[in-house]
Structure formats: structure tokens, C-alpha cells
């Protein structure tokens, strides 16, 4: 199966959850709830009883939303360039990845099942992963691309062939402007 095809499998079960969301009926309360004392204002409202309607939804949408980017990072790269440490880089950056959102998600409902969590960085835990976690582990891509730019991204080949046609270009067009004085 070419990456293209996972691609467009990715993006057909991403429809199909937002389809599922948006068909699923709104939990009460979905848009606040009044406030106990300020008159005007809503409330949050119980966050357990909003996400009990479309379950897990949210958590499988960010798994694929993941791997789709995956996807789309590794067709970047020439297919006669993937190399087994280039998997191997790939793959792990995407297992953290993929842990960071099972610890942002697991977190998140462990608070709305207990309504305790723990503070860490001055954040609770659940939103310590979300605001380190997933922006740090999508920096291990970021890291893959600066120090094996030239291994998979632009190669010495792939610069000599460039600067070849960029040559031939600006002859041809040296030649047309040559033609058109004469």
C-alpha cells in the first residue's frame, strides 16, 4: 500500500468521526449551564456528561490526525531514501507521540472521573502533557529534519541535479534572448 493510499484512508475515517460527532445529539448542558451566583454568565457544565455522548471519538480522531501528519512527513521523503533508520526515527517519534496524547486524553478523563489531579509545572497534569507534550514531541520531527536533512530532505545529488537544470534553464533563456536580438 503506497503512503498516498494511507493518506486518503486517514482522511475517510477522520470524515467519518466528524460525521459521527456531528450527527450525535448535543448533550444537555452542552453549551453551559448557568452560573450558581453571576446572573448572565454560564458554567462549563459537567464535562464527563459532554464527552459521554460521543465517547471515544475525540481520542481516536487525535490518533489519526497523528498518523495522518506521520503520513504526509514520510511522503516528503523519496521513496528510494526511506531507509530502515529512517523508519526507525519515524516510528519513534511517532510512538511518543502517540503516548503524549494517551497521557493528555487518559489524564483528562481520570480528572473528570475523580475531579482531582495532580499540579505539575504549576499546571494540572492533564494540561502539563497538552502544553509540553504535545508540542515537544512533535520537535523530535523537527530534530529528524534539521540533523538528517541532507541524508533525506535535500541529498548532494539532489542538489547537483537542481543546479543542472537550473543551468539549462537560464541557457535556454540566455539562447531565447540572444535569438530575439538577432
Excluded: C
Amino acid at each position: 500500500m503506497k503512503s498516498i493510499h494511507f493518506v486518503l484512508l486517514f482522511l475517510l475515517i477522520i470524515a467519518g468521526i466528524t460525521g459521527y460527532i456531528l450527527l450525535t445529539e448535543p448533550p444537555v448542558g452542552a453549551a453551559g449551564v448557568p452560573h450558581a451566583t453571576i446572573q448572565g454568565m454560564s458554567a462549563g457544565g459537567d464535562g464527563a456528561a459532554r464527552l459521554a455522548t460521543i465517547g471515544k471519538a475525540p481520542f481516536y480522531f487525535q490518533i489519526i490526525v497523528i498518523l495522518l501528519a506521520v503520513s504526509l512527513l514520510t511522503m516528503a521523503v523519496h521513496e528510494r531514501l526511506r531507509d530502515t533508520r529512517f523508519y526507525v526515527l519515524m516510528g519513534s517519534a511517532t510512538a511518543f507521540a502517540l503516548f503524549v496524547w494517551y497521557k493528555v486524553y487518559s489524564g483528562y478523563e481520570a480528572y473528570l472521573a475523580t475531579g482531582e489531579t495532580d499540579i505539575v509545572f504549576g499546571f494540572p497534569v492533564p494540561t502539563t502533557w497538552m502544553l509540553w507534550g504535545i508540542w515537544g514531541s512533535f520537535v523530535l520531527f523537527d530534530l529528524i529534519f534539521v540533523f538528517f536533512f541532507r541524508n533525506y530532505f535535500y541529498t548532494h545529488e539532489d542538489e547537483q541535479a537542481f543546479e543542472q537544470l537550473v543551468a539549462e534553464l537560464n541557457a535556454e533563456k540566455d539562447s531565447a534572448a540572444k535569438q530575439g536580438d538577432a
